[in-house]
Structures are given as C-alpha cells and as structure tokens.
C-alpha cells in the first residue's frame, strides 16, 4: 500500500475518533441527570459526573502528549487510550450505584487524553498555512458525531430488556452503546492506522533549520551542527527576548553577533550551552514557552470559553425542565440541531480560515460570544413573559452561544500551534487541553451550585469575557506566527546556495 492511501485511512480514523467523542457526549448528556436520580443521587452529583470525565482527560493530556513526542508515534497511544473508553463505559452501563457511574466517568475520561498525541500528530504532518483547516475538519467530525448521537438516543430511550444480570434500559443503554463501538473502533485503528512519516517538507525544513545539505555531510559539518543544535534549533519559535526586539522582529545578524561578541568578552565561556529556557526537545519541558503573553492569551481563550460552554450546558438540561417541561427526546433534538449549527459553522470557519488571519476569526467568535453572554444575562436569568416568548428568549441565546464556538476553538488551537515549539507539540498540545479539561470541570461545578441563582453564575461569565476580550485587545499584534522562522529559513538557504 502507497504512502497516500495510507495518509488518507489514517486521516479518515482520525476523524473517526472525533465522531465517537462526539457521539459519546451527545448520547450521554441528555440522559445523566435522570440516571442519577433514578440512583437517587444529590443534585450536585450531575456537576461530579460531567466533571470527573475531564478531570481524569486532564491529567492523561500532558501525559500521552509528552509519550507521542519522545517516540514520535500515535497508533499505541490510541489503542492503550481507548481500553479506558471501553471500560468506562461499561461501567456506566453496569450502573449499580451513583459511586459506581461517577467513577465510569473518571475512567473513560481517560482515554480522552490520546487527543493531544493526535492533535500535535496533525500540526507535524501539516503545513502551516493549512493547519486552521485540517483543524477544521477534525473538529467538525466531532460535531458530527454531537449531531448524530441525539438520533442514536431516539432508538436507545425504547431499550428495555434484561441482558444477564444487567437491566437495559433508556439510561444504561448508552453506556452499553459506547462501549461497542469504541471496541470496533480498535479493529479500525489496528487495521486502518499507520505511524506516518513525516512530509518530504518537513524534513526539508529541518534540515535547513539544521543547517546541513544532502551534499554537505563531512566531518567538520557534523561537528559544527553539534555546536550550533541546541542554540539554532529552536529559534524559531522560542528565541529569548534578549536576542529579538519583539515578538515577530528579528533583531539583525550584525546586531546578534555583536551580542554574542559582548557576551563572550565579559563573561568566560561555559562547557555547555545554557538552555533551561530555550530547549525544547522530548523530554524536556520548557515552562517559559507557556509564559509568553501570547500563548496566555490563547489558554485563556481555551479555558474561558470552555467554561462558559459548559457551564451553559450543565443548566440548559434541568432549566429546560424547570420551564418548558423537556425530557430525553426534546433534549436530544435540541442537541441535535445545535449540531447541525455547529458544523455549519465549522465549515464556514474552515472557507474563512483561507482569507483572513487566524486572529482576525478568533476576534469574531470573541465578539459572538460577548454578545450570547450579554444575551443570556438579560433574557436568560430571569425569563419573563409566557410559555412562546420564554422559548424564544432560550433559542436565540442558545443560536448565539454555539454560533461562535466555531470561531475560537478553530483559531484558537491552530494559532497555539504556530507559537509553540514543534517537537513538542504533543506536549504542548496535551497542557492546552488541560487547560481546557480544568475549565470542563469548573464550568460545570460552578453552574451546579447556581442554578438558582443564575444572575450570579452569568454575571461572572460575562466578566471572564469581558477580561478576554480585553486580552486580546492589548496582545492582538502578537497573534501571529513567528516571523524569525522564515527569517532564519531565508538566511539558511541563502548560505547553502
């Protein structure tokens, strides 16, 4: 089998990956709460449950992302992963006890920590100009599989039989679901999953960051390559301050080697290079690349609008009941036409992506955002008036609250992998989800306990919001990726030539 079809098969079980997460949720969601109260748990229970699956996803991230950088592949990763996933969720199936589904949740939450293997897999296997987009398009398979888990839950709510000494019923079917079809998809991924080399582009690339040719391999080549890997390696993407006048700004050659002249002259020479903050190779982790007002910028995008997210979805199930008097099915098609927004989102995301910078698509989603929490705080908190203009006061801040989620989570997570350093974009891509995994558990704690005090619970969303929008008013010119990478690039090739 050729290297592109293999690209391609391993690219459509990518995607399928993000189809059964989605699923998963979509399938799960809708059907907690009433699970747990037929498992006569405590209201606070629900936050628990939607927060343990992240919790256990935010320790593992950083975990199976720093593994995926030191052995360069994904395809073990993934199959160790899923068996928590398939363990989880029969679990949750088995369903004895209120103890026993929080803990199915922990487990399975798991084996969601593969995705910072996959994502920084992706940002090495692309190019830049074409990450947004391949982001894009994972992503949206996960709103897929939101969009299609709801009809799933249409069949599994007329589930009611006896399979041993298990009872199968609207509430431990979806667990018992899940747990097939993660099971498939380990034949998939053992069958249709290869640990892919990377591009011929790439290793261009780095060789030329390396400063070596094809032609040039002598000993005095190598030798010089030894003493300049650790210090040109990576100056790319982490050059310290000291050495570039801004982010972006490259100070000029003649200027850096004056630098190093007026290092060397007032200081003696060390044995080795001083790299506890630039080096960033597998295994070791360089804390201040996740220091640069930049990168804060984008974790703080990632945890904020998380939080929100979920913390908005953590209410809608018991307001919804408390209203209008939903159950599973009004639930589950509410889910699924949010679903259907979502990826039409996604998709106008990955046409805009093409023509205008990443930043200028996260300001927007920002922007949408502001606007759905402004929303939600007037017409939301307290609604007013009958049983039709209550309904449509939740649509419309609903429509807006997933309308610009598209947005920031697509431009988001291609410009965090632009601003960080590429041989460790497992790692790197495993804190971003952290991050995220910690405001999926706060989001849902802190709307939990305010559900009936909901003025409080927006109100502080909104300031979150407010601060962000803030952020990236004052660092919007840092958005970008570096530009010493192109400089360093240029200056190479000029010399091999």
Same mark, same amino acid.
Request: glycine share 8%; hydrophobic share 45%; aromatic share 12%.
């Given at each position: 089998?050729? +290297? ?54 935010? @320790? ?102 006896? @399979? ?27 069958? @249709?999953?290869?640990?892919? !080399? ?33 210090? +040109? ?25 004056? @630098? ?21 190779? !597998? ?215």
């Amino acid at each position: 089998m050729d +290297d592109q079809k293999k690209r391609k098969l391993t690219f459509f079980t990518i995607g399928l990956i993000f189809l059964l997460s989605g699923v998963e949720y979509a399938v799960i969601l809708p059907t907690v709460w009433r699970y747990l109260q037929t498992l006569e748990a405590p209201p606070y229970f629900l936050g628990l449950a939607l927060s343990a699956f992240s919790f256990s996803g935010l @320790l593992s991230g950083p975990i199976f992302g720093h593994w995926s950088d030191r052995t360069r592949t994904t395809k073990k990763i993934i199959l160790f992963a899923n068996l928590f996933e398939i363990l989880g969720n029969f679990m949750y199936f088995m369903g004895f006890s209120k103890w026993l589904l929080l803990s199915s949740r922990l487990v399975a939450g798991i084996g969601t920590g593969a995705g910072s293997s996959i994502f920084g897999f992706l940002t090495r296997s692309t190019a830049p100009e074409d990450r947004a987009t391949v982001f894009a398009a994972v992503m949206a398979c996960r709103q897929a599989g939101l969009l299609i888990g709801p009809a799933f839950n249409i069949f599994l709510r007329l589930c009611d039989f006896h @399979l041993g000494p298990f009872v199968v019923n609207k509430y431990t079917a979806p667990g018992l679901f899940m747990c097939v079809l993660w099971f498939l998809l380990q034949l998939v991924v053992i069958f @249709l999953y290869w640990d892919l !080399p990377l591009q011929e582009s790439a290793k261009v690339k780095e060789r030329v960051l390396h400063g070596g040719t094809d032609a040039e391999d002598g000993k005095g080549r190598e030798e010089e390559e030894e003493e300049e890997e650790d210090t +040109d390696e990576e100056k790319p993407l982490i050059t310290s301050q000291e050495l570039v006048g801004s982010y972006g700004s490259v100070v000029p050659a003649n200027s850096q080697t004056a @630098l190093n002249a007026s290092l060397n002259h007032t200081s003696p020479p060390s044995p080795k290079p001083q790299v506890s903050y630039t080096s960033s190779g !597998p295994g070791f982790f360089s804390s201040r690349e996740f220091l640069r007002e930049e990168v804060i910028v984008l974790l703080a995008a990632q945890f904020i609008t998380l939080f929100n997210q979920t913390a908005l979805e953590t209410m809608v199930t018991p307001l919804t009941q408390k209203f209008f008097g939903y159950g599973e099915l009004e639930n589950s098609i509410m889910y699924c036409l949010c679903g259907i927004e979502v990826i039409a989102g996604f998709l106008f995301v990955r046409w805009l992506s093409r023509r205008v910078a990443e930043r200028v698509v996260l300001a927007i989603g920002l922007a949408i955002c502001n606007v759905s929490g402004i929303w939600c705080l007037i017409f939301m908190a307290k609604p007013l008036g009958d049983f039709t203009w209550m309904l449509t006061e939740f649509i419309i801040g609903v429509f807006l609250q997933v309308l610009g989620l598209p947005f920031v989570a697509v431009a988001q997570v291609s410009l965090f992998s632009k601003v960080t350093a590429e041989k460790t974009q497992g790692l790197s891509q495993g804190v971003r989800r952290s991050v995220g995994g910690l405001a999926t558990i706060l989001g849902p704690l802190w709307a939990g306990g305010l559900t009936d005090n909901l003025y409080i619970m927006m109100g502080v969303m909104m300031a979150l919001l407010a601060l962000l929008m803030i952020m990236l008013a004052f660092s919007y010119n840092r958005l970008v990726a570096p530009a010493t990478e192109e400089h360093v690039d240029n200056s190479d090739n000029s010399s091999l030539s």
